[in-house]
């Protein structure tokens, strides 16, 4: 690496964002140095922008991206200076129990040492990463479409908490770029899938993304044209908004004896209270889900390389990484879904 310095964006507070020249970062024992390609900016991102995050640390910001390696540290064997890569920004510590038993997004470290920054001209990929969680990009396969990896699985990671679902109806809430991930992979089930949301532009993805049926929550009451659709309500609700209510009349929505995936993250402290009668009487199940495993890393991966999910649709704009705090702003007060943020200029790549 010839440069002295490079790019790097650093989150300091609530809407506090500064694009800073840092020192080039140099790679230990086991470690990458990966130069960003492509970044992909994100809701965790956008509500740790607006109000911090409970596992994340005001800092180096982003945590979705691809590139190509710049520098490897000692010990590091199977990738070379020059490979194009991808990687999620965790990987679980695989001695502890949680790991142990293949549930890694419950290792107690997890976040101990991460992969961000990747809002950047590079990112250090810590040794526990590369062992498990850096791959070759596949070939045929965009940086960006690349950097969709650690969403993906997390989506994957959802249905596997999820279960079978063979022969279920999905209402998923929210068209967000998470939702539409949700729509994508109920679709590719065989599912019947009912996107809600409340821009014009989500709900035109969704279709795009396999969903039957749409519901514009700002023309119609979102309970009562789930039942007009459903009858007694889908088999599955899938809640991508992050929204305390949304959270707490979700299971209204699902028929007797279906089930409430809660995915989008409330903020710490939250306390989502339900209908204990409908939990009840109607045995409707609360099912959570957070993060992924190296399991859903592994299918996501497989997903994009084989083409079954083809996400670039979802992309709103390529901007530079010179405009971060405007590409923030914009987020902020809605103008877009998601945005790849390219350091290399903007052509698509």
């Known amino acids: 690496m010839n440069a002295v310095a490079v790019r790097q964006a650093v989150l300091r507070g609530p809407r506090i964002l500064d694009l800073e020249r840092v020192a080039v970062p140099q790679p230990g024992p086991g470690e990458v140095v ?25 800092g180096p910001f ?3 991206g691809s590139g190509d390696v710049a520098a490897v540290g000692a010990g590091v064997t199977g990738v070379r200076v020059g490979e194009p890569v991808v990687f999620t920004p965790t990987a679980g510590c695989g001695v502890c129990g949680p790991c142990r038993a293949g549930r890694e997004n419950l290792c107690p470290t997890l976040f101990d040492d991460m992969a961000v920054g990747t809002y950047g001209d590079m990112v250090r990929i810590p040794a526990r990463i590369v062992r498990r969680h850096l791959f070759s990009r596949p070939e045929g396969l965009s940086y960006v479409e690349a950097a969709f990896l650690e969403p993906l699985a997390c989506v994957v990671h959802g249905w596997r908490r999820l279960g079978p679902v063979d022969g279920s109806r999905v209402a998923v809430i929210g068209t967000g770029a998470i939702g539409l991930l949700h729509v994508r992979e109920a679709a590719r089930r065989g599912l019947e899938v009912v996107a809600v949301g409340r821009r014009a532009a989500g709900l035109d993805l969704a279709r795009r993304f396999g969903a039957a049926h749409t ?4 023309e119609v009451d979102p309970g009562e044209g789930l039942r007009a659709l459903h009858g007694g309500g889908p088999d599955i ?16 929505w699902a ?17 989502p209270t339900f209908d204990a009668g409908r939990l009840h009487y109607g ?13 859903d890393v592994i299918d996501s991966l497989n997903l994009l390389a084989s083409g079954t999910v083809t996400p670039a649709a979802m992309i709103g704009g390529v901007r530079p990484l010179d405009e971060i705090q405007q590409i923030f702003a914009d987020l902020d007060r809605g103008v877009g879904l998601k945005y790849a943020v390219l350091p290399e200029g903007t052509a698509w790549q």
Request: aromatic share 8%.
């Open 34 to 58: 990966v130069r960003i390609r492509a970044a992909l900016t994100c809701g965790t991102d956008l509500k740790t922008y607006r109000r911090g995050h409970p596992r994340l640390r005001y």
């Open 62 to 64: 982003g945590h979705e």
């Open 215 to 218: 519901i514009n929550v700002r």
């Open 237 to 252: 609700v899938v809640e991508c908004t992050g929204a305390m209510e949304i959270w707490r009349i979700a299971p209204s």
């Open 255 to 271: 028929a007797a004896g279906g089930r409430v995936l809660l995915f989008g993250g409330l903020p710490g402290g939250s306390e």
């Open 283 to 295: 045995e409707v199940d609360l099912v959570s889900a957070f993060h992924y495993c190296a399991v």
